[in-house]
């Protein structure tokens, strides 16, 4: 069996049925680098019901390696597609039937009868597959060898548990793959029984294990000269060393290997627990900086690594182009659709960056007021206050641009005034288990998260409650309620006159009267105190450009200092080495040639 394939999810497209069965592709989603034991027909349909915005999976499609549709019912169709797999048959795509359409009529995959090219891999004794030793039917006067059995049976139970119960024992004769196999069980073995083994010779050929200085515990594996595969020909299973609680046997591609179902189940799982189980299961401890490289192997390989997406980006763009003509990037999406739209930037970004510099509470406080000014003047003024306490504070705030962020050069057609995007922080909160995925199928994730979410709001339209009727019951739609639950009516005073008894009153206008409500403003006039004129400023939508303002924008620094060429900067150190050359009475000419 192979150690990876990729499964691929069809959907969006529509099955045809004459003359020939066949599915039109329209989209795809992959699971690259899978490791075929764990796949199970349950993960299959739950993918494609909550990650593809299936309601309900009715029956569930293969192809095989001559194309040709098949069902898959239940794990036994998904043994039998294990059983096709080889270097020529490794991508297995997957399509369904929802509920509610019509059913494809196929063959099951477990009757496949089609001829194929499987390749055969050398036995060992970490893997096992369908139609082990305890199904095979031997017939009378057949010898078998009662030893080998019981290799095969050790090798069904040899799964990768918390505690590697199934590897702190080994014998000679055990057969492996490849090399790496055989070096991945001696690092099992040496973590399940908290041994420090030691390569002592270890090429392509053979690989020798030893233990501390004075330990008799000997291992060596290397190929076998019967089959292409390797096997353990010496093991003195015997330790005078003391248990270790450090381990260099723990690496991160076998830490990987040891949370891949854990990560698989539960992709959030954090370091900290992981070095928790470590410490309890095993009485290990592993450096947070491993543990952090072994989780990211275990994702990339469950998931598929950041670069691969990243390489097939321009092809993923192509193909949305493709299914949606007419779409386009975000920034010429604005351009084009909303050449007019006014851009903000969010002032809690702002402090976060700017207070990192300047932390004084007053400062902060001045800030604040700046973006909350309503006019070009009042903002001017808490600038200058903000100088007052710190000139360079100021010129590097207005370094953001005022336009973005100060409502006095908001423009007058958007009515929001609000300086901070709590908008998008909903946002980045609702996709935030998508954000941590690589670029594709994040925004594939977040295509059906807003999809699903699309389709639950069009179910929930134009259903609203209903209650007083006749019958005393709620009902919805037109249908009666199997709650029983009363609707409770809000009691309120009516506007304008008592109309009393009369069915259906016509709604009325508050009566206002005009001169009580001149009087009440005369009251609450505020005399002015001072004399200067405010003006506003900007264009047809109000908005406007920050100028003549008391502090420019400061230039680009590094670590507090204006930032200068390389070049610049080299000759100053000359120029000072050579004067403290010079001060010490050393000739700096005769240094530079030496």
Not at 276 to 284: F, M, S, V
Not at 526 to 536: L, S
Request: charged share 30%.
């Amino acid at each position: 069996m192979l150690d990876e394939v990729e499964i691929v999810f069809n959907y969006g497209g529509s099955w045809v049925i004459s003359p020939l069965l066949a599915y039109t592709k329209k989209l795809v989603h992959s699971w690259l680098n899978f490791d075929p034991e764990l796949l199970s027909h349950k993960d299959i349909c739950d993918e494609f019901t909550s990650k593809l915005g299936f309601s309900r999976v009715k029956q569930l499609l293969t192809t095989g390696p001559s194309e040709k549709y098949y069902i898959v019912d239940g794990n036994d169709g998904i043994r039998a597609i294990l059983s096709l797999l080889c270097e020529k048959f490794k991508v297995v795509n997957f399509f369904v039937v929802e509920e509610g359409e019509f059913t494809v009529v196929a063959q099951n995959i477990t009757q496949y009868v089609e001829s194929c090219c499987v390749d055969v891999e050398v036995g060992t004794d970490c893997e096992h597959s369908p139609g082990s030793v305890d199904e095979w039917d031997l017939s009378e006067g057949e010898e078998c060898d009662l030893e080998w059995m019981d290799a095969i049976s050790n090798e069904r139970g040899r799964v990768v548990g918390d505690r590697l119960e199934s590897f702190k024992e080994l014998q000679v004769g055990m057969t492996f793959k490849d090399m790496k196999e055989g070096r991945q069980v001696m690092n099992y073995y040496a973590l399940a029984n908290k041994r420090a083994l030691t390569i002592i010779k270890g090429d392509t050929k053979r690989t020798r294990y030893g233990c501390d200085i004075g330990c008799p515990f000997r291992c060596l594996i290397s190929k076998d000269g019967k089959t292409e595969g390797f096997k353990i020909k010496t093991f003195i299973n015997k330790h005078t060393c003391e248990e270790t609680f450090f381990n260099a046997r723990a690496d991160a591609v076998t830490l990987a290997q040891y949370f891949k179902n854990k990560l698989q189940n539960n992709p959030k799982y954090k370091v900290k627990d992981m070095r928790g189980q470590l410490e309890n299961d095993l009485k290990l401890n592993v450096c947070q900086s491993k543990l952090k490289r072994a989780k990211r192997m275990a994702l990339e390989k469950l998931d598929g690594s950041f670069i691969d997406d990243y390489n097939k980006l321009e092809a993923y763009a192509q193909e949305l182009k493709q299914s949606n003509p007419g779409s386009d990037g975000l920034i010429d999406a604005v351009v084009k659709v909303l050449p007019e739209a006014q851009h903000r930037y969010c002032v809690r970004h702002i402090e976060s960056n700017w207070c990192r510099k300047w932390r004084s509470g007053q400062m902060r406080k001045l800030m604040w007021w700046c973006a909350w000014s309503s006019y070009v003047e009042e903002f001017k003024d808490q600038l200058n206050k903000l100088g007052k306490l710190s000139k360079d504070g100021a010129r590097n705030l207005v370094k953001y641009p005022p336009k973005a962020w100060c409502r006095a050069y908001f423009d007058t057609q958007c009515k929001n005034m609000m300086v901070d995007n709590n908008f998008t922080e909903s946002f980045n909160a609702w996709i935030l288990e998508a954000r941590a995925k690589p670029i594709i199928k994040m925004l594939e994730e977040i295509r059906v998260q807003e999809k699903c979410a699309e389709n639950n709001a069009h179910s929930k339209k134009g259903k609203r409650p209903m209650s007083n009727n006749e019958h005393g019951s709620d009902v919805e739609g037109g249908i009666e309620a199997e709650t029983g639950t009363e609707a409770v009516t809000q009691e309120f005073e009516p506007y304008g006159p008592n109309v009393e008894d009369e069915e259906d009153p016509p709604l009325r206008p508050m009566v206002i009267c005009e001169s009580e409500l001149r009087a009440e403003k005369l009251k609450k006039r505020v005399v002015p105190t001072g004399a200067r004129k405010i003006q506003f400023y900007g264009d047809h939508t109000g908005a406007s450009v920050p100028t003549n303002l008391p502090y420019s924008p400061i230039k680009t620094t590094w670590k507090g200092k204006e930032a200068v060429p390389a070049g610049h900067v080299q000759m100053q150190a000359k120029k000072k080495r050579i004067k403290m050359m010079g001060v010490k009475g050393r000739n700096p000419v005769v240094d530079d040639l030496l």
